[in-house]
């Protein structure tokens, strides 16, 4: 049982599969909506194209970029708190050791035991640096690739998600039967996206299944409304 | 300077504020970009209004609602492994201090001091379940008022965030003239946004300021080119 949990843990989040759900899960959802709601207004499906296809561009791009400058701000930071360590435990030594066994007192190790577990952890600088980064400021070291591969599948992810809900208005020119299509088609994804998510990320597939499915279903039918109460 | 490090590091991303700034940066982004792409292929501010709305709508509930299911989910995970945990110190005590006392090697502690670490962990069974949840698993309690309120303040920021670039659109019937006050006006906001989520995230505001407006004019410029190419 130990063992097994321990099985799932590991194999809970792959970061790329993290990465597809984060962009998919708002592509299957917003552009469905936004196309939802103008199907009630407009008399070609024309226009829910190039509004679905705006939105898809401009959502992807947010989620991308934002997601990449954001990463590579969090790098700038970690860096430079590394620096001010490295620097700190040769100026002011006895101070990062006190800050040391501040740490390990946070996590009830017996004080009988804090001297020699700090002179352990403070003989190797590196070492030392390492053990305040991660237990003092809570920082990992953040990879800069991982940041380009991830904001990249976020936003390619963004994009095939929302091409779902609006692919049959592409070919279908009345867009009172080109919704009813997306509906089924995108309901049908969502619920296949939340069974999928819900394995990978270790909910319960059908929960999670209805969840997104619910999620996409009340946003796109709140917008319908409120096109057709203003249009 | 240690000081002020620690003042700095408290102040630096209230809870409220980090939901205010994840629901406005993508309100000020997305439907700005959406409006602006629309812009360009209508004939009147009507329908952009529709769509902006609509996008409003869909994307506060995908951000909001789904942020508050999200948090539920982990919640429940939580709770499932506490409950585990609370079994397992009973059932098979040996192996849990084992585990203890991995975690503890992991940190570097030095040998000697490890077992009477662990007995001082496993004394106090309560103590001992916190540690195995936040050091075994790491798994902090999530708060579920917190979840509720957080889904709110981002799904109301968003809101905010776009009803800014599509007010002038209220008020002015040309499209084309919109989208200049529109462009204006959002990117003030943007610039001015990006000061605030600098001065609050610790990150330098200009920075901050010129990143937040690049991903929002490059979000509209590609919506725009878009939404032209296919009209």
Redesign the interface.
């Known amino acids: 049982m130990?063992q097994n949990?321990h099985v799932e843990?590991h194999f809970a989040a792959p970061d790329l599969i993290r990465d597809i759900v984060i962009g998919m899960?708002?592509g299957l959802?917003?552009p469905?909506?936004?196309a939802a709601?103008?199907s009630g207004?407009?008399s070609n499906t024309?226009?829910v194209?190039?509004?679905g296809?705006?939105?898809i561009?401009?959502?992807s791009?947010?989620m991308g970029?934002?997601g990449y400058?954001a990463a590579r701000?969090d790098r700038e930071?970690y860096l430079s708190e590394l620096a001010?360590e490295q620097r700190?435990i040769i100026e002011?030594p006895d101070?990062e050791r006190e800050e040391v066994a501040e740490v390990?007192r946070g996590?009830?190790?017996?004080e009988?035991?804090i001297t020699?577990?700090v002179?352990?952890?403070s003989r190797d600088s590196e070492?030392w640096v390492d053990?305040m980064m991660k237990?003092e400021?809570g920082l990992e070291e953040p990879d800069p690739k991982r940041a380009r591969n991830s904001s990249l599948t976020i936003g390619i992810s963004y994009i095939v998600g929302g091409i779902i809900p609006l692919s049959p208005y592409l070919f279908i020119q009345q867009p009172n039967v080109a919704l009813i299509i997306s509906v089924i088609v995108t309901i049908i994804s969502l619920f296949i996206f939340g069974l999928v998510k819900g394995k990978f990320t270790?909910?319960r597939p059908l929960?999670?299944a209805w969840?997104t499915t619910?999620?996409?279903s009340?946003?796109?039918g709140?917008?319908?409304i409120?096109?057709k109460l203003?249009?």
Chains 1, 2 share one sequence.
């Open positions: 130990q949990r843990k899960a708002d959802t917003v469905f909506a936004l709601g103008l207004t407009v024309h226009l194209i190039i509004a296809l705006a939105e561009a401009a959502g791009i947010a970029l934002g400058l701000t930071h001010r700190e002011l101070r390990l996590w009830a190790i017996p009988e035991s020699s577990a002179d352990a952890i070492r053990f237990y400021l270790g909910a929960k999670s969840q619910l999620i996409g009340v946003a796109a709140v917008a319908f409120i096109a203003i249009s």
